[in-house]
C-alpha cells in the first residue's frame, strides 16, 4: 500500500462473531484515513473480498469457518499488510513475535490498536514485505500437527485439496503442484516448505522436485543408470533421485 | 529374597518361636521312656536349631508352588514328601548325635536308648515341616494383598490427578478471553447488554470455582452449569447456536464427576457450531435406562470439511479417563463422527447416594 497524501487506507475485518467485528469497527471510527471497504464472517469471503476490491489492511482471526486465518494469508499473498487479531493462541502467538507479524489480543483497548496500526504503517513506509505466509503458517502450527488439508486458489474460487487426496506435489519455479484426482492445483509455496508440513510417515520427498504420497506407489522400477521411477496407482511416472530411492527403501525397509 | 534371612529382627524371633518346640520335644523325647529329662533336653536344643533351618527352606518350595497356580493334589504330594525327606535327615542327624554323645561315659549306652524315639523325631520333623509350609504361604498371602492395596492406591492417586489436571484445563482461555472481547463491544453499543454477559460469565466461573475439591456432584449442577455456559456463548455466537435437549428429569439426581459433559458441550461449540457459518445445533439427551444405568448423548452438526482446530482433543481423553477412573469397566463411551453430526454416547451407572460434597 503505497499511499499519496490524502489517500485513504482500504480495510477488511475478518471474523466470524459480530461483537468481535463490532469493537474494531469502533475504533476504526475515529482514524478518518481509514476506509472501511468490507466485513467478512468466514474464511472464503475474505478470499474473494480480498481478491476484488484489493485492501490495504486486513484484520484477520484465526479460528472461523471454511478457512482459518493463516489459510487466508496464504490464499491472498504478501502485498497487503495483515493484523491478526486472536482471543488466544500460543503457537501462533510465539509465530508473530519470531516472523515479526502485527497482532491484537482479544480483549484489546484503543491503545493497543493504535500500536498495532502505526506498526502497520510503519512497516508499508519501510517497505518490508511479510514473510511467506506458509512459512508463517508452518511457525504457527502446534509441533507433531502435520497439514490435513491444503487450500488453494484459482481466481476468486478456493479449493480444499485433503493431504488424503493428494497423489504427488511437483515443483514448479516459485509453484507448487499439488496432483489430485486428475486435477492439478498450483499454489504459490516452496517445495521444501510443503515438504516439512506434510507428516513424513505418509509423504516422501523422492526427488529434487517431487514429493509423493506414499499410499500411491505401486512400484518402483529402475529407470537409467542411478535412477529409477515411481508408478503411481493411476500410471504416473515419477522420477526418483537416488538420495530419494535411498529414503524410499529406507521407508520400506521399515 | 527369604522373608526371614532378609532381616536380622525377623531371624531372631523365628529363633525365638522355636525355644518352646525344643520344650516340647524334650518332653516328646522321654515319652518312650528311656531318656532322662537331662538327656533329652541336651539333645533337642540342637535338634530343634538344626530342624528351624531346615524348615526356613521351606518358603522356596512354597514360592514355587503358588497355591493359585496348582491343583490341591500336587500341593500335597510335593510339601508332604518334602516333609518326609527333611523329617528322615532330621530322624539321621539325631541318631548321629545320640551315637556320638553315647561314648561320653555319662551318657552310658545313649545310641540305644535312643532308638525308640526315632519314630518320634521323624513323625514330629513331619508335622514341623507342614506346619512351616501353612506359615509361609500365609507370609506370601500378605504380601500380595499388600501389594494389591498399594496398586489399588497409586490407581486413585492417578485417577485424582487426572481429574484435578481436567479441572485446571477446564475453563478454556480462548472462552474466557472471546467472553471478555463480546463484553468490550457490547459496553459502547448496548451497556445493559454487557452488564447481562459480566452475569452471565460471572455465573458460569463461580460454578467452576469449588469443583476441584468435590468427587462428584448432582447430575442436575452439571446441566445447570451446562446452561450457564452456553448463556455466555448465546452472547458470542448470537443464533448461530441452537441447543435441543431431551431430559429424564429422574435421572438427575444421580451423582457424576463434575465437569464430565460441560467439556462435550464445549467441544461442540469449538468443533460444531464455530465452524458452520449459519450455526447449527446441539443436542443434550439424558436417560435412565432400565437397568439402571444412565445414558447421555451430546450431538451436535459439524462441517467435514472444517479446517482443524488449533486445539487438540484433551476434553475428550479428559472425559473418558474419569469415567473410566470412577466407574471401570461399567461406563462406556464412545464417539462418532459422521458426515453431518457428531456423537458422543456415554453410559454408567447411577449411584443413588451421593456420599460426598
Known sequence: MNLQDGQKIRAIIVDDEELARQVIREFVGAHPEIELVAECSNGFEAVKSVTELKPDLLFLDIQMPKLDGFEVLELIGNDLRVI?????????????EVHAVDYLLKP??????????NRAKQRVAAGKPHRPPAELAAAA??????????????????????????DYVEAQDDYVALATEGKKHLKQQTISSLESALDPSRFLRIHRSFIVNLERVVKVEPYAKDTHVAVLQNGTQLPVSRAGYARLRAFLDR | MHPIFSNLRRLGLYLLSWIPIAGMLAYLLTIPGQLSMREAAILSIPLSLIYAFICLSSWYSCRGNPLEKYGLGRLIATHVTAALI??????FAAAGMASSLSKMPSF??????????IPVIVGSGILLYLLSVTFFYIVIAVDLSRDAEARVMQASVLARDAELKALKAQVNPHFLFN????ISALTTSDSAKAREMCILLGDFLRRTLGLGEKTAIPLEEELSLIHAFLAVEKVRFGARIQMEENIDKSALDAPVPPLLLQPLVENAVVHGIANLVEGGWIRLSIQSQENGDISIVVENTLDPEAPARRRNGVGLANVRQRLQARYGSRASFAVKA????????????????????
Open chain 1, 84 to 96: 491478526f487479531v486472536t482471543a488466544f493462541d500460543r503457537y501462533a502467538i510465539k509465530a508473530f
Open chain 1, 108 to 117: 484489546f483497548g484503543a491503545d493497543r490498536f493504535e500500536a498495532a496500526l
Open chain 1, 141 to 166: 502450527r502446534p509441533p507433531s500437527q502435520f497439514l490435513d488439508r491444503i487450500a488453494v486458489r484459482d481466481g476468486t474460487r478456493v479449493y480444499i485439496v485433503p493431504v488424503a487426496k493428494l
Open chain 2, 86 to 91: 527333611a523329617s528322615v535327615v532330621w530322624g
Open chain 2, 108 to 117: 552310658p549306652e545313649l545310641n540305644t536308648r535312643f532308638r525308640p524315639a
Open chain 2, 179 to 182: 467472553s471478555l472481547n463480546s
Open chain 2, 338 to 357: 459422521g458426515a453431518e453430526a457428531y456423537t458422543v454416547t456415554l453410559t454408567f451407572p447411577a449411584e443413588r447416594k451421593l456420599q460426598t460434597t
